[in-house]
């Protein structure tokens, strides 16, 4: 579990895959559909706290909580919770019963890079969203060296929002 977590956006996300594809190799690739849930009666803040469901392509399901804090534009993990389940449908009814209500879904394709060091990135095509970068590391430091190792040179904006955030936005025309 990685507890320290940056998000990146590129001006330009083709120069700058090409630029980090040099420095890394291809280590994972994945595709998933996320849905998010919070309870009916609660407004929570997804970028403190957040339930969802992870539907792989390969069939895999995952229920994973989320307790964040934020300093800065650095978002450090204090809970993950995640249990494997054996259904979709299972996964959305337990959320049902314990009063969940969804709140936003949408796809992600991946691809996990590995930099010559050992440590890697998270390339992410989300839809609504287009191309961002997901580094974490056990701490601030190897967060931080991983963005210097992977992508010094390269112009990019650090985001302080989650993607469901994100993807809400979009799709409300904000």
């Not at 980090?20 to 009666?41: H, I, W």
């Not at 209500?101 to 969203?129: D, M, N, T």
């Amino acid at each position: 579990m990685a507890a320290f977590e940056f998000r990146l956006q590129f001006q330009d996300p083709e120069k700058a895959k090409a630029s980090v594809s040099q420095k890394s190799k291809v280590v994972e690739e994945y595709e998933m559909k996320e849905s998010f849930f919070q309870p009916k009666d609660a407004g929570w803040k997804f970028n403190e706290q957040n339930m969802r469901l992870r539907q792989f392509k390969d069939g895999r399901i995952q229920l994973i909580y989320r307790k964040n804090a934020w300093q800065g534009q650095i978002k450090e993990e204090i809970i993950q919770l995640r249990a494997d389940l054996r259904s979709l449908a299972q996964g959305e009814e337990s959320l049902q019963d314990w009063g969940f209500v969804p709140i936003i879904s949408y796809q992600k394709i991946g691809q996990r890079f590995e930099l010559a060091s050992g440590s890697g990135f998270v390339w992410e095509e989300i839809e609504h969203l287009g191309s961002s970068v997901e580094i974490e590391g056990e701490n601030e430091e190897e967060a931080k060296k991983i963005l210097e190792d992977g992508f010094s040179g390269i112009e990019y904006k650090l985001i302080s929002k989650t993607v469901p955030e994100m993807v809400m936005e979009k799709i409300n025309g904000n």
